[in-house]
T-cell receptor, first 111, second 112 residues
Framework: EDKVVQSPLSLVVHEGDTVTLNCSYE??????LLWYKQEKKAPTFLFML????IEKKSGRLSSILDKKELFSILNITATQTGDSAVYLC???????????FGKGTLLTVNP | DAGVTQSPTHLIKTRGQQVTLRCSPK?????VSWYQQALGQGPQFIFQ???????QRGNFPDRFSGHQFPNYSSELNVNALLLGDSALYLC???????????FGQGTRLTVV
């Protein structure tokens, strides 16, 4: 059975801190790994990673994939209260790219 | 460009009833997937539709069925509702053969 595990499950930091969110996976027929931010309802797309070792960046967020060790990290630097959300990691599996999600990491950024 | 839209946003149903949820994909997308997200959990894959056919199905009973229309919009039907069906139902659209999926706001279903 395909499995995606995220850690930590929750995290509380102060504004300005840097955080690292982890995602490990065990799946058959890996195609891609995606990160989403979920604030209220709709998960918002952040990154899609398909190749090992290539960092993707968007502003204060960055992510990298290690296909040998089967994990990815999402870094957020200089956190702001607006970064408070659940961060979901999903792995696209098979030719149809079915997404298997982890439980998410609840990030709370306090002022 | 409208993103993925879902209706209704909230719904309250009684056990045993049937419900239909609707999804319009992002413009140009031809593939629609449905997910169920229970409180405190990640979304769980229900099924995926492409070219008006169910292409792949997750581990959900036959009470969950769907449909895709020629304009790529989709419906999720759930029969004989159980209390455990209470969840956020998310629709995601994508281009066939690609991984980048965009989600709608979801429908919050409460079964009482």
């Amino acid at each position: 059975e395909d499995k995606v595990v995220q850690s930590p499950l929750s995290l509380v930091v102060h504004e300005g801190d840097t955080v690292t969110l982890n995602c490990s996976y065990e799946v058959t027929n890996f195609r891609s790994l995606l990160w989403y931010k979920q604030e209220k309802k709709a998960p918002t797309f952040l990154f899609m990673l398909t190749s090992s070792g290539i960092e993707k960046k968007s502003g204060r967020l960055s992510s990298i994939l290690d296909k040998k060790e089967l994990f990815s990290i999402l870094n957020i630097t200089a956190t702001q209260t607006g970064d408070s959300a659940v961060y979901l990691c999903a792995v696209g599996v098979g030719s149809n790219y079915k997404l298997t999600f982890g439980k998410g990491t609840l990030l709370t950024v306090n002022p | 460009d409208a993103g993925v839209t879902q209706s209704p946003t909230h719904l309250i149903k009684t056990r045993g009833q049937q419900v239909t949820l609707r999804c319009s994909p992002k413009s140009g997308h031809d593939t629609v997937s449905w997910y169920q997200q229970a409180l405190g959990q990640g979304p769980q894959f229900i099924f995926q539709y492409y070219e008006e056919e169910e292409r792949q199905r997750g581990n959900f009973p036959d009470r969950f069925s769907g449909h895709q229309f020629p304009n790529y919009s989709s419906e999720l039907n759930v029969n004989a509702l159980l209390l455990g069906d209470s969840a956020l139902y998310l629709c995601a659209s994508s281009f066939a053969g690609t991984a980048e999926a965009f989600f709608g706001q979801g429908t919050r279903l409460t079964v009482v």
